[in-house]
Structure formats: C-alpha cells, structure tokens
C-alpha cells in the first residue's frame, strides 16, 4: 500500500486504539464493581481513579519524548503492553490491597493510554496538516465512545463473572485491538523542502514560554468540571430522583456527547479559530456546572452531557491548538507536555471531592471553568526565532 494512500487507514487505527482508552470518563461505571470486589473504600476506589489520570498526564509527557525518538507505532505499541498489561494485573490483585491495586493498575494503565494518545494524534496531525482539528476530531471521537462501551462491557461482563474476570478480558481486548492499531501508526513521508525548515519549538523551548504554563494551567482547570463527579455519578444521578435502573445511561449519554464534542468542536474550530471554541469551551463548562448544581431527575442527565460535550470537545481541540502555537515538527511530545495540565487537574479533583460536599464541588467546578478561560484569554501567539 503507497505510504501517501494511508491517511484514513491511520484516523481507523487511531479510532480503534481511542476506544479502549477514555477510562476517565467512564470510571463511574468501575467504582462501585472495584469496591465491591476488592473491598476498597470509597475513597481508595476514588484515589484508584485519581493515580490513573495524573499517571495518563505524565505519561502523555513521556510518551510524547517516545514518539519523537522512535516513531508512532513504537510508542503505540509500548502504550499497548502497558494497558493491557495493567488489567491482566488487576485480576491478580488481592482483596483490600488498595497499593497494589495503584501500583499494579492504576499507573501502567494510565501510562499505557496515555502513550497512545500522543502517538494517535500527532500522526492524524501530520497526514492532514490542513485539517488537523479535523482529524483530530475523528481519531479521539472514539475515545468519547469510550464511556458506553466499557459500560456495556462492564455490566455485561463484570455482572455475570465479576469484576476481576472483566479486567482480564478488558486486557485481552486490549492487547488485539489497540496492538493491530498502533502496528499501522506511521508518520506521512518527509515533504520536499524547498524552502526554509517548517517552523516551531521543541518541547525544551516550549517550556520556557508563557503560552506553554497558561496553557497548561487552562488544561488543568477545565478537569474539576467532570472529574469531581464522574467517579461518583451514578450514585448523584439516584440521589437526585434518576430511577437506579436508568443511572447508568449517565454514562451512556455522557459519551454520547463526549462523542460529538470530540467529532465537532475541532472541525468548528478549523473554521473559526481556535481561541473562539475554547472561549465557548470553558464559558459551557461554567454554565454547565452552575445547571448540573440544581439539575434534577432526567435534567441530571442532560446537564452532565453538557459538561462532558465541553470538557472532550475542549481536549479534542487542545491538541490543535498547541499546534498552531507551537508548530508541528514536535507536536506529539509538545501536547504531552501540555497534558501534563491533566495530572494537576486530577489532583484537584480527588482533593476536592474528599474535602467538598457536594455543593462545594459544584461551586470549585465553576470557578476553576472560568479561571481557564482567563488563561486562554492570555494567550497570545508564539514568535519562532
């Protein structure tokens, strides 16, 4: 197959990979099963969830650094071993072992999504570098597709065998798909230059500039949003008055919408700008709290779909965004270094939902929503020397 004939089939590898990595988002769907089958408390479940996303941030970074040096399908393939690998661990797992538990599956399979999701981004960037909101739209709408199926997957699976017999099966899904997708990650040929080098900054040049900290610092802000309640979102969903049978269609909505948040902001943005969606990213992610505060019944359900429509669209178009400020030569390690943000977050996050009630929880998500948004406000563009 021509090299130049391989951009769709890198946006499906990249798809099929995303889909089994959007475990953030769909962790309320794991809480209460992980509990019961482990013994955890609610807060060691919760802690679970915490190490996972602040190790998918620090492994965006080391991921990133990985592609750079060795190409996208050797990243890809390390990020494979290291998720699948992750929840073969966990079926292993004694009960009431929390440490284990975060060392054995919570890092390597937050690492593991995390180094393919620079290596899938950056290459869709490279093959439509005149589309790149575009195509990263379509490689990451999988990953808000995420949600519905390990929900499926879990109350199937987990409901008939159990917790640990649907984490190594999870692995094994894992292991075929997400391996058969990174073995066809490969960077576009070289263009012929015929004038002077494409422009940007490598991620050390990066890290010196305003734009990398507020950008980062934005990124991290736009997490407490759903992060603060999506570990616990089945149980706020009941409390509300959402029948308990209908509760985990919370998650099904909400990667729904995560789904189209991913697929159209980035397309939006390739046509409006950047900065413009972002400012309607982080303006949703407010109001959306401020309605998710008092929302009741099914409205729960719609107002948790706004947040996550947002927070996906807004990551979904973060990617592009450093791109264009940053330049492309080095775009898969940049925006690891920028999704460092996301480890912050986390640890807001978990924070505050041990600290907060409920109430608190939802006034912290709006002042954090609006806090990003004076971050992107500060951006401004960056001068290559």
């Known amino acids: 197959m021509p090299k130049q004939n391989r951009g769709p089939y890198i946006l499906a590898a990249g798809a099929a990979a995303q889909l089994l990595t959007g475990i953030p988002a769909a962790w309320g769907v794991f809480q209460q099963p992980v509990m019961q089958g482990y013994g955890f408390s609610r807060g060691q479940a919760m802690l679970a969830f915490a190490v996972l996303v602040a190790a ?103 409901g008939a065998w159990g917790i640990r017999v649907c984490f190594a099966a999870l692995g094994a899904v894992m292991f075929a798909v997400c391996g058969a997708g990174a073995l066809i990650l490969q ?16 991620y050390k040049q990066m890290l010196r500039t305003p734009q990398y900290k507020l950008c980062a610092a934005a990124v991290a802000l736009s997490a407490p949003a759903v992060l603060l309640f999506s570990p616990e979102i089945f149980k706020i969903a009941a409390e509300r008055g959402l029948p308990e049978s209908a509760a985990p269609y919370s998650i099904v909505l909400g990667s729904a919408a995560s789904a189209a948040g991913r697929m159209l902001l980035p397309a939006v943005s390739d046509r409006l700008g950047r900065k413009p969606v972002l400012y309607a990213v982080y303006l949703g992610l407010a109001a959306g709290s401020a309605w998710f505060a008092f929302a009741g019944q099914w409205w729960v359900l719609a107002a948790y779909a706004v947040l996550t429509f947002f927070y996906s669209g807004g990551a979904a178009v973060q990617p592009s965004f450093n791109t264009d400020l940053f330049g492309l030569p080095h775009a898969g390690v940049n925006y ?28 912290l998500a709006g002042i954090c929503a609006a806090a990003g948004l004076i971050c992107v406000s500060l951006v401004k563009p960056v001068e290559n020397s």
């Not at 009960?95 to 060392?103: E, M, Q």
């Not at 960077?187 to 490598?202: A, I, N, R, T, Y």
Request: proline share 8%; aromatic share 12%.
């Open 187 to 202: 960077d576009p040929p070289p263009k012929v230059q015929s004038g002077p080098p494409q422009p940007g900054l490598d």
């Open 56 to 158: 998918y941030g620090v492994g965006c970074a080391a991921g990133g650094l990985l592609q750079d040096a060795r190409g996208p399908r050797f990243a890809g393939l390390w990020g494979t071993a290291l998720l699948a690998d992750g929840f073969f661990a966990a079926a292993l797992v004694p009960p009431a072992n929390a440490a284990l538990f975060l060392v054995a599956y919570s890092v390597p399979a937050g690492l593991g999504s995390a180094f393919l999701a620079p290596a899938v981004l950056a290459c869709a960037q490279k093959w439509y570098q005149d589309k790149k909101g575009w195509a990263t739209g379509v490689a990451g709408v999988a990953m808000g597709l995420s949600g519905a199926f390990f929900t499926v997957f879990v109350k199937g699976v987990g």
């Open 336 to 363: 690891g270094f920028i999704a460092l943000g996301m480890s912050g977050g986390s640890i807001v996050s978990y924070i505050g939902a041990q600290a907060l009630p409920l109430a608190a929880r939802h006034w």
